[in-house]
């Protein structure tokens, strides 16, 4: 794996924060090459210390995040990718990418976090502040590597791993040991963090992760080591049975989510819509998040708009996504549909996640006096902004969220200027509403429906937030709460993840929800859609869903992404079984 290559290791440990880039909202010094010889001397340096841990070392797994959270769960359709096909294999770039990603995430962690034990000028307490963010963020990076990955390596300790020359000799650990890993870090992160981010500038706390611990609670509920098999070589895979979800994990799970809700004194965002704009980077709703910005540093920035949105969309170039979008089934689950002239927004979160005919948005071009038309963008364009002419994206949508618009919308809600491929929009990762349904779903527990006060009131709160009519409920499905939770979440990285868990207990009904999807597209939108810009007559006659699509080949290998190439071929090792890791020889 890349996090064994001794380059990347030596790197993050005697250069220290060389490759670090501190993000605008942190307290952050003159960027410049420094190390540990001359850093982490007081407070604020050992706070700018882990200011690069919320962006340049997760800049490689953005596409990754974007791949396989949206387009493998079948919210979003991008064309001829195999992680819409299910023909993913351990030579896909973006897939090493995410890889070295993630095990660059905790190697950086891992030494900041020495950097910072070893630091005699800080305060006790910023020390333990800033070794809480650590534990975090090397907590979420191996969460993602065991839902996508399954079984991997525990190194905790990088560093002691290049002093005694054993790259090549790590062994993947049992999934549940990964889970308890994870666990013991984010508990000793809530030991360490304070209540509130004492800076107010959006930094990590113990709410933050409890928050996270509530959510890997949930998953690691669902998860049975005597229910799963493991299929060892090239690609190494996972095979469950179905069972009942753990009792224990699930109770911990709905107490540190009641927890969070209850007394970390955040809120939900009134306007759903207004989370996902510049000027709510740092809100109530986000518990954690990547904070990028634009600077001299190539990787602190947000790139995604590039990928998920039409060429001239922004005055910096680089955009290729418009023949990319939310898939007809993610429409469908919303009750659009992309073949009628009018639009249902009866769900505000809709417009919000994906854009259609006809709609118009006021927080995008806000240099212009009646805001952005998707239609006329496509087939007018503006006096800075011309797109090719043609509608693109054959499901009938495009992206709406992970866009901050143009120069002036940048300059407008995040208050300093975009770059190519390059915003200071931030990524959520954890949300205080996906807290709420969690909540809901873990006092379920592993009955049908619940009528819990509480799970009434927070799923109401989600769910109303988004569609004004909706009236409390007096009990709540399991099938309520899950598809809710793909309306909430919806392109925020996080579905497959979803299906990952639920695989873990219930294995069939992962396989067939994902085989019955829509999938695939609609031919002759761009007729359709240029005659009613330019006449106003709407004729879909022309326009059909491919019913003739494939059945998406989903297997119960399909829930374990294959290792990268890459990383198998540097240690072979990671081609055998998983063996149980002892976690007393941990230490923080």
């Not at 790197?11 to 220290?16: E, P, R, S, T, Y």
């Not at 210390?49 to 769960?73: A, M």
């Not at 518990?287 to 600077?295: D, F, K």
């Not at 109401?460 to 409390?472: L, P």
Request: negative net charge; proline residues 3%; charged residues 20%.
């Amino acid at each position: 794996m890349k996090m064994l290559n001794i380059r990347t290791i030596a790197c993050a440990a005697f250069l220290g924060l060389g490759l670090s880039s501190c993000s605008d909202y942190l307290d952050c010094p003159t960027e410049d090459t420094y190390n540990t010889g001359n850093y982490y001397k007081d407070d604020n340096q050992c706070r700018a210390g882990v200011n690069y841990l919320y962006n340049s070392p997760w800049y490689d797994f953005q596409r990754g995040f974007f791949k396989v959270g949206e387009v493998l769960s079948g919210n979003f359709y991008w064309g001829g990718s195999p992680y819409l096909t299910f023909t993913l294999d351990g030579s896909d770039q973006d897939l090493a990418n995410m890889s070295a990603a993630l095990w660059s995430v905790n190697t950086h962690a891992s030494t900041v976090m020495a950097n910072i034990k070893g630091s005699t000028g800080p305060s006790q307490a910023v020390k333990n502040y800033s070794t809480g963010e650590c534990l975090v963020w090397k907590s979420m990076a191996y969460f993602y590597l065991v839902r996508s990955f399954g079984a991997v390596p525990i190194i905790n300790d990088p560093v002691e791993i290049i002093n005694n020359q054993t790259a090549t000799k790590q062994r993947k650990a049992k999934i549940s040991n990964i889970y308890d890993y994870i666990v013991m870090m984010l508990k000793q992160a809530i030991e360490l963090l304070p209540e509130k981010d004492t800076t107010k500038k959006g930094r990590i706390d113990k709410y933050a992760a409890k928050g996270l611990l509530a959510k890997v609670y949930l998953t690691k509920a669902g998860f049975s080591e005597e229910n799963t098999t493991y299929t060892p070589g090239s690609y190494s895979y996972i095979t469950c049975t179905p069972h009942q979800r753990n009792a224990e994990d699930l109770a911990n799970a709905a107490k540190y989510a009641l927890d969070v809700i209850e007394n970390s004194g955040r809120k939900l965002e009134t306007n759903y819509s207004d989370i996902f704009r510049g000027d709510h980077n740092i809100c109530d709703e986000a518990l954690i998040s990547w904070a990028w910005r634009v600077g001299a540093q190539w990787t602190s920035q947000n790139s995604l708009q590039s990928d998920l949105f039409y060429s001239g969309f922004c005055e910096q170039g680089s955009m290729w996504g418009g023949w990319n979008g939310p898939s007809v089934d993610l429409q469908d689950a919303f009750g659009e549909n992309a073949l009628s002239a009018s639009r249902q927004n009866t769900d505000t979160r809709r417009k919000a996640t994906m854009m259609m005919a006809g709609d118009t948005y006021d927080y995008f071009y806000t240099d212009e006096p009646d805001g952005f038309n998707l239609l006329k963008f496509v087939y007018n364009g503006y006096a800075n902004h011309t797109s090719e002419g043609q509608w693109e994206c054959p499901t009938g949508a495009q992206e709406v969220k992970h866009l901050y618009g143009d120069a002036a919308d940048h300059k407008k809600y995040i208050g300093t200027s975009d770059g190519r491929m390059a915003s200071g929009l931030y990524t959520h990762l954890l949300r205080l509403s996906d807290v709420y349904l969690i909540y809901c779903e873990a006092i379920m527990g592993n009955n049908a429906s619940t009528n819990d006060a509480k799970a009434l009131q927070y799923f109401y709160d989600v769910r109303h937030r988004g569609i004004s009519s909706y009236e409390k409920p007096t009990s709540i499905t399991w099938e309520d709460v899950w598809k809710e939770r793909r309306l909430e979440l919806a392109c925020e990285g996080d579905r497959w993840y979803d299906f990952v868990r639920r695989y873990y207990y219930d294995p069939q009904g992962a396989i067939d929800e994902i085989k019955a999807q829509r999938r695939s597209t609609y031919s002759n939108l761009d007729a359709l859609y240029k005659e009613y810009y330019t006449s106003g007559n709407w004729n879909a006659a022309d326009c059909k869903y491919d019913e003739n699509a494939a059945v998406p080949n989903v297997t119960h290998r399909s829930f374990t992404l294959p290792l990268p190439t890459s990383d198998t071929s540097y240690n072979p090792l990671l081609l055998e079984a998983p063996e149980d890791f002892d976690l007393s020889t941990i230490k923080f």
